[in-house]
């Protein structure tokens, strides 16, 4: 891409969207003039207009008036009013991942992908660099507790970048470093099957012109895979196998969680992380392995792990009434597990797990995973699919996935209209239970609510 001269105007389509918005704060600190436009009025949107963007609701063909570049993401459809205008008007248009490979490239960078976990490493790394004083920007895909942001340009010269391998974009980001934390089935909207999404990732290693080093989670069986196709130096973490960078946990406490580090073999020492799930140790120790690689003393590593407070809504616990409520925001059937598990050990009542089911084509060929996924919930609340526009799949929809978990076993309650999820919750639960709702912003949004009119002052 053309270098972009200092303060022009970028404009960006849905910069009410958590990556949209990421890119443009980046833009806001490098000194660009930035404006944009979204469907409606969020926090997102509330508080890039507080930064100094210019944000309109709603989309008309005048907010592209003095505008040198117009940034669109894959969710834009191509009909969008100022889409059809900037390209009426010949203005250059961007993907988002194209100017976030440009600001990339301005910063020594440490890219995390993969199919699930790359938020909070992401989180993790700017953490560890913060606490060693290096200031470091970062782009990533969810709300830092610990910063009250999902991104800063920062004046030191490290980019922290969650990197989204959803759609193909993650060709596009020219990282030094490169952590993939999973790979594992998933964005079938895009890839054919997980043979696709390996073959996919293994080009943009060996394809990478400014990527040096991989790392990878030893734990995941694709990531295996992936190493036997890739041609970049590579470093191994995890809990499980045998790996350069290993965790092992020190007791079976949460909140926080405790675990010792090696390094081939070398302790490294206790470390410290205050957030729920026993799976973050992985996500940790792929951190430490990138921090260990580049310098950092392991000091700086323990104060940043322990200082990192994750992202929002993701294994985000509220008590209210005596009872606890989760919020998650995974669909893949991999990461509710992994949620599951450690959720047992925070109530002693019983486990509700809310969920909605998440496109056809997921669905379909993961339909074994679900099937397991929800074990140790006492019951399962099912809601109507959300389909994101996909064709149907012949008997692959919500009472298919109801089935597939009864025939497993699982009491499950059908919802069909999600707004009456939290009045039948109202009747069953009790202090001592726990609730966890897996998914997006609506089901968040519920939670809260149901939360607030418990106890209104609970935060």
Request: include cysteine; proline fraction near 5%; hydrophobic fraction near 40%.
């Amino acid at each position: 891409m053309d270098p972009i001269a200092p303060g022009s105007s970028l404009h960006f389509l849905g910069i009410g969207g958590i990556g949209v918005s990421a890119v443009a704060r980046i833009a806001l600190g490098m000194g660009f003039k930035v404006s944009g436009s979204d469907v409606r009025e969020s926090r997102l949107t509330i508080g890039m207009r507080n930064e100094g963007a210019t944000v309109h609701i709603g989309h008309r063909p005048e907010h592209l008036d003095g505008v040198d570049r117009v940034v669109v993401s894959t969710a834009i459809p191509p009909h969008n009013v100022e889409l059809v205008e900037a390209q009426r008007r010949s203005l250059p248009i961007l993907h988002r991942s194209e100017l976030l490979a440009w600001f990339v490239s301005q910063y020594r960078s440490v890219g995390v992908t993969g199919t699930h976990g790359k938020g909070t490493i992401s989180a993790m790394v700017a953490s560890i660099l913060d606490a060693d004083h290096q200031q470091p920007g970062f782009i990533i895909g969810g709300f830092l507790t610990q910063f009250q942001t999902n991104a800063r340009a920062g004046s030191g010269t490290w980019m922290v970048v969650e990197v989204d391998e959803s759609d193909g974009s993650h060709a596009n980001v020219p990282v030094n470093d490169l952590v993939c934390n999973f790979l594992e089935a998933d964005h079938l909207n895009y890839y054919r099957d997980l043979d696709h999404i390996i073959e996919s990732m293994a080009e943009v290693v060996n394809q990478g012109p400014a990527l040096k080093h991989l790392y990878v989670n030893g734990d995941c069986p694709g990531n295996r895979r992936l190493l036997t196709m890739v041609n970049k130096p590579a470093t191994t973490y995890g809990v499980e196998t045998d790996v350069d960078y290993r965790g092992r946990a020190v007791d079976t406490s949460q909140l926080p969680l405790k675990f010792e580090a090696f390094a081939r073999g070398e302790s490294l020492g206790i470390f410290t992380l205050p957030l729920a799930g026993r799976y973050n140790i992985v996500n940790a120790m792929g951190a430490i392995a990138v921090a260990h690689r580049l310098g950092v003393p392991v000091e700086s590593m323990r104060r940043g792990l322990a200082e990192c407070r994750g992202l929002e809504n993701r294994f985000t616990i509220r008590q209210a009434g005596g009872i606890t409520l989760v919020k998650d925001y995974n669909s893949h059937p991999t990461a509710i597990r992994k949620v599951l598990e450690s959720a047992r050990d925070l109530a002693h009542g019983k486990v509700y797990s809310v969920f909605k089911p998440y496109r056809y084509t997921l669905t379909n060929y993961l339909r074994e995973e679900y099937a397991t996924a929800f074990k140790g919930s006492d019951t399962v609340v099912i809601t109507t699919m959300y389909a994101a526009n996909e064709d149907p799949i012949p008997g692959v929809d919500t009472e298919f996935v109801v089935r597939l978990l009864q025939d497993g076993g699982l009491l499950v309650k059908h919802i069909p209209d999600q707004n009456h999820i939290v009045g039948w919750l109202r009747s069953v639960v009790v202090p001592g239970d726990q609730v966890i709702f897996f998914g997006g912003d609506d089901f968040f949004a519920m939670a809260d609510a149901w939360a607030d009119s418990i106890e209104p002052s609970a935060s």
